[in-house]
């Protein structure tokens, strides 16, 4: 059983470009939630998906944006960056909606 | 809305002492909540889920109590290690659904 993967680790953006963040999540998990964490702070949900389909959305602009793929691996999109945006997202996959498995995040960078 | 506050301090333990950490909510009270661990540059990593009908829960060297009158969870590491040392989250549900909201975590510290 793998555990769920994140790529890139790390990335660098300048201000006003996009980035697609990838997590592969955990075998048979169809639930996948993003978040952002911002150093010291506790993550911030940013969306969930369920079998493909968006299940709740936190408080984050339209700019971010994501998938499920049928084969439950996400991906989440964010336009425009901005500064504030320099954070660790984390994707986490779960199959009771209780438990969920973290991956190691991606370190986004923007400058 | 629902906020949730954890000690912003570092709690700095002797080894073999028991850990307390406090997780304290302020409005509705969750179905359940959760305790994660994170150590730095990491993902969290799942610990223990207590139920609104529990008042407490074991796991090895971990106990966690849930008082839904104080509004407020407390985590306890028995017999602490320095391996123990990390950020410790807890995070409960958002409304009725299952959308996670977190504290800030508290960074423990387990000196030799």
């Known amino acids: 059983e793998t555990g769920v993967t994140q790529s890139p680790t790390h990335l660098i953006k300048t201000r006003g470009q996009q980035v697609t963040l990838r997590c592969s999540s955990q075998?048979?998990?169809?639930?996948v939630s993003w978040y952002q964490q911002a150093l010291g702070q506790g993550p911030q949900f940013i969306f969930q998906y369920y079998r493909e389909e968006e299940n709740g959305r936190g408080n984050f602009p339209p700019r971010f944006s994501g998938l499920q793929f049928p084969n439950y691996s996400s991906e989440l999109n964010v336009n425009a960056l901005e500064l504030d945006d320099s954070a660790l997202y984390l994707c986490?996959?779960?199959?009771?909606?209780?438990?969920?498995?973290f991956g190691p995040g991606t370190r986004l960078t923007v400058t | 809305s629902q906020k949730i506050e954890q000690n912003s301090e570092a709690l700095n333990i002797q080894e073999g002492k028991t850990a307390t950490l406090t997780c304290n909510y302020t409005?509705?009270?969750?179905?359940?909540l959760q305790w994660y661990r994170q150590d730095p540059g990491r993902g969290p990593v799942f610990l223990l889920l207590?139920?609104?009908n529990e008042k407490e829960k074991r796991k090895e060297r971990l106990k966690v109590t849930f008082d839904t009158t104080l509004k407020q969870s407390l985590f306890h590491i028995t017999a602490s290690q320095p391996a123990d040392s990390a950020t410790y989250l807890c995070?409960?549900?958002?409304?009725?659904?299952?959308?996670?909201?977190w504290g800030a975590g508290t960074k423990l510290i387990i000196k030799p």
């Open positions: 986490a996959s779960s199959a009771d909606l209780y438990e969920q498995y």
């Open positions: 207590i139920r609104e």
């Open positions: 409005n509705y009270s969750p179905a359940y």
């Open positions: 075998s048979g998990h169809n639930t």
């Open positions: 995070a409960l549900p958002m409304d009725s659904n299952y959308q996670l909201i």
